[in-house]
């Protein structure tokens, strides 16, 4: 079992950034291609960003292209998402995820491993 350990949310105000990341406890980053996913009170999750094993490969969702940057270190085994330029309707809780692949995915189904998520709140 692979346990995902997330760090990095909090409270901004709108226009400000943070920077997320997660680590697999015991496990080599490498090992994995990763995923960002998040939900919004009352609403389902979706996906984020991802990046593929090697980090050669990254995708967003429309809503936060050239805001969020998907990123990974395998010598520091830890993925990251910087998130810009912050909105309001980017509050959610935010989950990292780790699917035993080369090639990175938005299906959350294909996803093997889920952290506990870190709390993500954009003030207006």
């Known amino acids: 079992q692979v346990q995902l350990v997330e760090s990095g949310g909090g409270l901004v105000q709108a226009g400000g950034s943070l920077r997320l990341s997660c680590s697999p406890s015991g496990r080599t980053l490498s090992t994995y291609a990763m995923g960002w996913f998040r939900q919004a009170p009352g609403k389902e999750r979706e996906f984020v960003a991802a990046?593929?094993?090697?980090?050669?490969?990254?995708y967003y969702t429309d809503s936060v292209k050239g805001r969020f940057t998907i990123s990974r270190d395998n010598a520091k085994n830890t993925v990251y998402l910087q998130m810009n330029s912050l909105k309001p309707e980017d509050t959610a809780v935010y989950y990292c995820?780790?699917?035993?692949?080369?090639?990175?995915?938005?299906?959350?189904?294909?996803?093997?491993?889920w952290g506990q998520g870190t709390q993500v709140t954009v003030s207006s």
């Open positions: 990046i593929s094993r090697s980090g050669g490969e990254t």
């Open positions: 995820a780790a699917r035993s692949a080369v090639i990175a995915t938005m299906n959350e189904r294909l996803y093997d491993y």
